[in-house]
């Protein structure tokens, strides 16, 4: 249900349809151009927004439109996230870890997996592509995240298991004594680029 | 938001066969990415079967798909988890870029000023060679095996004998630590002599300047009281460019774009193309320092920027059908769309480079997390300040809590905006800009100009890829910064 008014827009929005999550990031996109309230009304699921006109005149009607459209985004978008939340855990969980446990054995690159040079092997993968099973299963996949993640706390001093705050000469001692045992420059690494501030 | 999103039907989403992926409506297509940066446009017919699980197995578009990580049960975990290390592999590097502001005195006053420059009897803001050699050391206590130390001000030059000394006592330190050290020096050039160019060329420094364009705009821009600016920058950045030619270390030139420059796109890049650079920069003011308090009269809109840069972008197309020249901004994104590389611009990364990957150090040894924050205490704020080269350890600096708040404020993972947004794999958001325009280093993305900027461009971009005779262009822009990328490894 709409009402709108010079001022301002109301809205009712049934919580069972959207999701609140969806409803929230809806109203938040349009935080710019109008000030939104958002309540539920009693202990149903209908949820009311108000959206008061900010300064420099929004179009409210077309707001409203707008609005509505913005609710199928961000349902779908919090579905999607939901569906692969644990997906999306496992693979950051798992290119973290394999960075800093000793044991891991780090991830190929993608120059070592190509397969522009073995028509075999692409044929191979196409295969077990084809043949491959459902995707792990979420539970599944928390055990798998919750062993990395033990992993990691085993690894490495508390509050710092990169060792980002261990100074480089602690770390790695004086360049005669222990080069080999250093980290290569890093694969993608540049001398990183910063404009000049304007001076 | 166009009516055409009603062909959105979240009731129908297959959570087993569509992957996790974001969307934006683009023209008349969806464009949809995800987690490892790849990108699709689809058509409203595909994107409602891709939604529903229901295209065909068989097709060209669904083994596309597959390939590139959108299809949730033919997803190839290993190649997925190696394409996200190698996109984010400068969160196991540590502080590479080290500012080092040897002075706050200048011989310009530019209109745009963000560092808020003294004039030149300001001595008591030149750096001590105590407190440079201090700041050194503290320089090669990162974990970064490689290092970039950038020289700004003021006018770096101002205090020629800081930056010889910096220059010499990191090369020497380097002759022990072994690490890949650059040093770039940022200056307008108008104190440049032989006599320093040789040293530097002799200690392979980069260098950096300041060219606002056609010379009665760049002298609007950029006020001289020697003279005119721009016919100092031109002639020495001839020499520079002329002798540095065939080296890795050379000199490039950066824009800052005002309100003047605006209906003078092509001027500008006119002036760079016959300058011989190999692209230019088209870069937005930022409301520091002195731009803060004129913006009402050299600043403008995201929307006006956006008109600029369009123009702007689609002549250097135009004039890459004759020789390759690359906006850099553009370069930036485009690599991060069509590569696993991240460029490791500081500015656009998730998080920023704040700590993490930049350290900004003061004439007076204070060390801030970014050289943003440091301007910021030219402002009389001193929020990002993480401690000093005079006390403390490197560890307490780096573990300082400003750094950890900027590192959540800027993973765009915690914006509830960008956490959402289509370019969320490209893109990257500053916490000292937000805190400038809008007080809160977390921002609100909906509000920001920058977000608008950045998406304005990434539209632009992703608009242009879609014809096969740009994608080419591009893939020569990225190439050449890969280039440079294999020399730095050596």
């Keep these: 249900m709409t009402e709108t008014t010079a001022q301002e827009l109301k809205l009712k929005v049934d919580s069972g349809v959207y999701p609140m999550d969806a409803i929230q990031a809806a109203a938040y996109t349009f935080s710019d151009r109008v000030y939104i309230r958002i309540a539920r009304n009693g202990g149903g699921k209908e949820v009311s927004l108000s959206l008061k006109r900010k300064a420099g005149g929004a179009d409210l009607a077309a707001i409203s439109d707008e609005f509505h459209n913005e609710l199928l985004h961000e349902t779908l978008r919090h579905r999607i996230s939901q569906a692969n939340k644990k997906i999306r855990e496992f693979i950051v969980t798992k290119a973290l870890v394999s960075a800093q446990v000793p044991s891991a054995p780090p991830p190929a690159t993608p120059a070592e997996t190509s397969e522009a040079d073995c028509p075999e092997c692409a044929a191979e993968a196409a295969q077990a592509a084809s043949q491959q099973p459902a995707a792990p299963v979420d539970a599944e996949l928390e055990k798998e995240i919750e062993k990395l993640l033990s992993e990691i706390e085993k690894s490495g001093p508390g509050g710092d298991p990169l060792g980002v705050a261990v100074p480089w000469e602690k770390k790695f001692g004086a360049k005669s004594k222990s080069a080999a045992a250093r980290p290569a420059a890093p694969k993608t690494k540049r001398a990183p680029k910063k404009g000049k501030k304007s001076r | ?490």
């Excluded at chain 2, 891709?50 to 590139?68: I, K, M, N, Q």
């Excluded at chain 2, 006018?155 to 004998?161: D, F, G, K, R, T």
């Excluded at chain 2, 760079?272 to 731009?291: F, M, N, Q």
Aim: include cysteine; aromatic fraction near 12%.
């Design chain 2, 1 to 490: 938001m166009s009516a055409k999103a009603s062909v959105l039907d979240p009731e129908r989403l297959d959570p087993v066969r569509a992957g996790f992926f974001r969307f934006r409506r683009l023209g008349q297509k969806f464009l949809i990415t995800n987690d490892f940066g790849r990108y699709g446009f689809l058509s409203d017919e595909d994107f409602q079967k891709f939604v529903a699980g229901t295209l065909d197995p068989e097709s060209a578009l669904y083994a596309r798909l597959a390939r590139d990580g959108f299809i949730r049960d033919r997803m190839d975990f290993d190649a997925q988890i190696s394409g996200w290390r190698s996109r984010n592999s400068f969160l196991w590097q540590g502080p590479s870029l080290h500012v080092v502001v040897v002075t706050l005195r200048c011989n310009h006053r530019c209109i745009y000023c963000q560092s808020n420059a003294v004039t030149m009897g300001g001595r008591d803001t030149d750096m001590s060679r105590e407190t440079a050699e201090k700041v050194v050391d503290r320089i090669f206590d990162s974990t970064s095996p490689a290092l970039t130390i950038e020289f700004q001000g003021g006018e770096p030059l101002v205090n020629w004998p800081v930056v010889k000394f910096i220059v010499e006592y990191a090369r020497k330190k380097n002759r022990k630590a072994g690490k890949h050290l650059w040093i770039n020096l940022v200056s307008n050039l108008s104190l440049m002599d032989d006599a320093k160019f040789k040293f530097l060329f002799d200690n392979q420094v980069n260098f950096c300047t300041s060219l606002d364009g056609p010379a009665d705009l760049h002298d609007k821009n950029r006020v001289h009281a020697g003279g005119s600016s721009h016919a100092e920058t031109i002639r020495w950045f001839k020499t520079i460019y002329r002798k540095t030619l065939r080296k890795m270390f050379r000199i490039e030139a950066l824009l800052t774009v005002t309100r003047f420059s605006l209906p003078r796109a092509k001027d500008i890049v006119d002036e760079y193309v016959g300058l011989g650079a190999r692209g230019v920069y088209l870069r937005s003011l930022s409301p520091l320092g002195l731009a803060r308090g004129v913006w009402d009269k050299i600043g403008y809109t995201a929307e006006e920027f956006l008109d600029f840069y369009r123009t702007a972008f689609d002549y250097i197309l135009e004039i890459n059908k004759k020789k390759t020249f690359f906006e850099q901004t553009a370069r930036i994104f485009l690599t991060k769309i069509m590569t696993d590389t991240d460029p490791n611009f500081l500015d656009i990364r998730s998080p920023c480079g704040a700590g993490i990957g930049q350290i900004a150090y003061n004439f007076d040894g204070g060390v801030y997390a970014c050289d943003e924050g440091r301007m910021f205490s030219r402002m009389g704020d001193e929020m990002f300040r993480i401690g000093s080269v005079s006390e403390g350890s490197y560890a307490q600096t780096v573990s300082h809590p400003v750094i950890k708040a900027i590192a959540i404020a800027s993973c765009l993972d915690n914006q509830a905006d960008c956490s959402r947004c289509a370019y969320k794999p490209y893109c990257g958001i500053c916490p000292v800009h937000c805190y400038a325009e809008q007080g809160d280093i977390m921002g609100r993305m909906p509000s920001s100009t920058r977000c608008r900027i950045h998406k304005g461009i990434l539209d632009h971009l992703f608009e242009k890829l879609a014809d096969k005779k740009n994608e080419r262009i591009f893939r020569k822009w990225i190439k050449q910064a890969k280039e440079r990328i294999s020399y730095q490894r050596q």
